[in-house]
């Protein structure tokens, strides 16, 4: 009996590594751990983010092989690209490299930020001091970008990506209609603490509750988050927990803000205390260090 549909999924979760944050507290020298979607029907596949270093990109090429291999004939055909964060697409050329037939794509709203992340200012001066010594592979292949529609086929499957804002202001998510199933990028989070540092105005978040509510519409089964434990399950719950951290974050950090017995210096620290106590099971201190430091700012 063949299959109601012809689509299925994998994830690969790459685990944090050390990064050279130029904070002293050892906990917060820490990347967070980057999942990677492969979605593949009967002939071909698309890789959704790839990882940021040269190693993991590697590892991750070679689990895309391993899962091709047992399907014979099935190539990698795309490589989309969420938003515009490094750690989403700095590896493609390593993927590129050893898949030569995969399109590199994205959404024309993410390609205007990708060119960001790749400019001297912040390729050179922001990512290669996190990530020194050869560990980024240097090469900045541009993505094709999608039609207005922002459409694409997998085996007569259609994908669809939706513009966005979410802790990057050039966002975007992956839906598949026919398996149910959104790939969340940077708008859904597993168990990992949320990048409100970028995402640190009132504006800024009202934009990523916008695009959680329009993922609730679309009524998905399952739904991928960018950052995740390793064995944490890809369910439409993560679409509610995104927006309740963030909910929790803004209600905690306004009454640390109008505590006057917390001096004002401290008060970044009493809001990194109170976030761990209520969120213990997340991971990134460093990206919850700078949220809770943006919002005082």
């Known amino acids: 009996m063949s299959p109601s549909h012809p689509l299925q999924l994998d994830t690969y979760v790459s685990q944090p590594i050390k990064t050279e944050t130029g904070l002293e507290d050892e906990t917060k020298q820490w990347w967070q751990p980057i999942t990677t979607t492969l979605i593949h029907g009967p002939t071909s596949a698309v890789l959704v983010d ?5 190693t993991q990109s590697e ?8 899962i091709l291999a047992l399907y014979p004939g099935k190539i990698l055909s795309y490589i989309y690209i969420t938003h515009a964060h ?8 390593i993927i590129m490299k050893r898949f030569p037939q995969a399109e590199l ?3 024309a709203t993410v390609l205007e930020g990708i060119k960001v992340m790749y ?11 996190w990530f020194p010594n050869g560990q980024l592979c240097g090469q900045k292949p541009m993505p094709t970008s999608l039609p207005p529609s922002n459409e694409f086929h997998v085996d007569g499957e259609i ?25 969340g990028g940077d708008v859904v989070y597993g168990d990992c603490h949320q990048h409100l ?37 890809d369910g439409a719950h993560l679409v509610a927990a995104t927006r309740m951290y963030m909910e929790d974050f803004v209600r905690w950090g306004e009454e640390v803000k109008m505590n ?38």
Do not use: M
């Open 50 to 54: 790839p990882p940021i270093t040269v």
């Open 59 to 66: 590892v991750v090429a070679d689990w895309v092989e391993s």
């Open 86 to 93: 490094g750690d989403h697409f700095f590896g493609a050329p």
């Open 105 to 107: 794509i994205a959404t």
């Open 119 to 129: 400019s001297t200012e912040v390729y050179d001066g922001v990512w290669t001091k």
């Open 159 to 183: 994908f669809k990506a939706h513009d966005v804002s979410s802790d990057c202001e050039k966002s975007s998510f992956l839906h598949i209609p026919s398996i149910a199933t959104v790939v």
């Open 197 to 233: 540092g970028e995402a640190s105005t009132a504006e800024r978040r009202q934009k990523w509750f916008d695009a959680l509510d329009l993922i609730d519409s679309l009524q998905p089964k399952t739904v991928v988050p960018s950052h995740k434990r390793a064995s944490q399950s």
């Open 260 to 297: 006057d017995s917390i001096e004002v210096t401290k008060k970044p620290d009493a809001l990194f205390a109170r976030i761990k106590k209520g969120y213990p099971q997340r991971c990134n201190d460093w990206l919850l260090w700078g949220g809770v430091v943006a919002f005082f700012t």
